[in-house]
């Protein structure tokens, strides 16, 4: 068993960035995939962005070029570097540990954080 907590949503403009992170509680070396995820109003939760337990990065279509995850071992963390956002990235982001490497078979939630691009 894992919890998550995320943090680092708020509120920023058009073109601004917002850095995410997520704290596991134990050691996320040996989980296949962590990944970040994001539910608008009124939407499904989507895939935004995956990093496997060996490295390996995906992204969905419309942040790919925008976002950047990326992980450090050592503090148990995943980041979601946002950059150029849009009004359209504007939902609670989710941070969750998978147990296969794609990333589509989350196990473990966080509790979400809102991140909301407007002028």
Do not use: H
Not at 25 to 35: C, E, L, Q
């Amino acid at each position: 068993q894992v919890q998550l907590v995320e943090s680092g949503g708020g509120l920023v403009q058009p073109g601004g960035s917002l850095r995410l992170s997520c704290v596991a509680s134990r050691s996320i070396f040996s989980i296949p995939a962590m990944g970040w995820y994001r539910q608008a109003p009124g939407k499904q939760r989507e895939m935004v962005a995956v990093i496997s337990s060996l490295g390996y990065t995906n992204y969905a279509g419309s942040v790919k070029g925008r976002f950047t995850i990326s992980r450090d071992t050592a503090k148990n963390t995943v980041f979601l570097q946002m950059n150029s956002l849009v009004p359209e990235d504007t939902a609670v982001y989710y941070c969750g540990a998978a147990r296969d490497r794609d990333g589509t078979d989350v196990d473990y939630w966080g509790q979400g954080t809102q991140a909301t691009v407007s002028p």
